[in-house]
């Protein structure tokens, strides 16, 4: 059974950086795409980045990039958002999704954390 569990967030000061973690079971991670996406209050679910499998090559949202890494340890099956230098706008619910194919355009991700909340204060 697959099983996606975030962990992390917290409250933070604009500037601040943060590291969430995505604890998987069920499944390796350098086997599934694995995918970060965040909802703000009152705003639609957003990509934030992803990781591919096998290879580990990474995408970002354009607002994030230079700011935020994605990353995996194999031996501990955990993915993680490396998040530097946060601003209030980063403020939402972040999700950890998986999925075994790659689900370009579109976050219908076979599989779901129950996300983690980061909030930014300024």
């Known amino acids: 059974q697959v099983q996606l569990v975030e962990s992390g967030g917290g409250l933070v000061q604009a500037g601040d950086s943060l590291r969430i973690s995505c604890a998987a079971s069920?499944?390796?991670?350098?086997?599934?795409?694995v995918y970060w996406v965040r909802q703000a209050p009152g705003k639609e679910r957003e990509f934030v980045a992803s990781?591919?499998?096998?290879?580990?090559?990474?995408t970002y949202k354009d607002s994030v990039k230079g700011r935020f890494t994605i990353s995996r340890d194999n031996a501990k099956n955990t993915v993680y958002l490396q998040m530097n230098s946060l601003k209030p706008e980063d403020t939402a619910v972040y999700y950890c999704?998986?999925?075994?194919?790659?689900?370009?355009?579109?976050?219908?991700?076979?599989?779901w954390g129950q996300g983690t909340q980061v909030t930014v204060s300024s």
């Open positions: 999704a998986a999925d075994p194919v790659y689900r370009r355009g579109t976050m219908t991700y076979d599989y």
């Open positions: 069920g499944f390796t991670v350098n086997t599934f795409w």
């Open positions: 990781i591919s499998k096998v290879v580990g090559s990474t």
